[in-house]
């Protein structure tokens, strides 16, 4: 068997209390049953939460500080075939040595999709 898939989205808002973005759902993340692989969501939750701990660094190959996700929890509610999905990440913690972010995912409608929470260190 073989799968190949292709997955965007947009982060469309940047503030130091809050990052949003937005995942049209096409067929590059689409898993057999027709529905958006749970992997494409948590990876647009993840990559969200990652962006709201950075801040204003820039990503570089390799760059120090980067902010590993030690912990992750997903608790998948709902999915869709069409449209498009939201991400807004919130700190839960602001920390030195770790911060906790959560991240909701909604549809075009508003309804309740994921409710991701990531753990965050600073990479040596």
Same mark, same amino acid.
């Given at each position: 068997?073989?799968?190949?898939?292709?997955?965007?989205?947009?982060?469309?808002?940047?503030?130091?209390?809050?990052?949003?973005?937005?995942?049209?759902?096409?067929?590059?993340?689409?898993?057999?049953?027709?529905?958006?692989?749970?992997?494409?969501?948590?990876?647009?939750?993840? #990559?969200?939460?990652?962006?709201? =701990?950075?801040?204003?660094?820039? @990503?570089?190959?390799?760059?120090? +500080?980067?902010?590993? %996700?030690?912990?992750?929890?997903?608790?998948?509610?709902?999915?869709?075939?069409?449209?498009?999905?939201?991400?807004?990440?919130?700190? #839960?913690?602001?920390?030195?040595? =770790?911060?906790?972010?959560?991240? @909701?995912?909604?549809?075009?409608? +508003?309804?309740?999709? %994921?409710?991701?929470?990531?753990?965050?260190?600073?990479?040596?």
């Amino acid at each position: 068997m073989k799968f190949n898939g292709e997955i965007e989205f947009t982060i469309t808002e940047k503030t130091v209390d809050h990052v949003t973005g937005e995942m049209p759902i096409q067929a590059g993340i689409l898993n057999p049953f027709g529905t958006v692989h749970a992997g494409a969501i948590i990876w647009f939750a993840d #990559v969200a939460a990652t962006v709201l =701990v950075l801040e204003n660094v820039e @990503v570089a190959e390799g760059m120090k +500080g980067f902010p590993l %996700a030690i912990n992750l929890n997903a608790n998948l509610m709902g999915n869709g075939k069409e449209g498009m999905f939201f991400a807004q990440s919130k700190y #839960v913690k602001r920390g030195k040595a =770790v911060s906790i972010v959560r991240t @909701v995912v909604t549809d075009n409608s +508003g309804r309740l999709i %994921a409710e991701i929470t990531t753990s965050h260190v600073s990479s040596k």
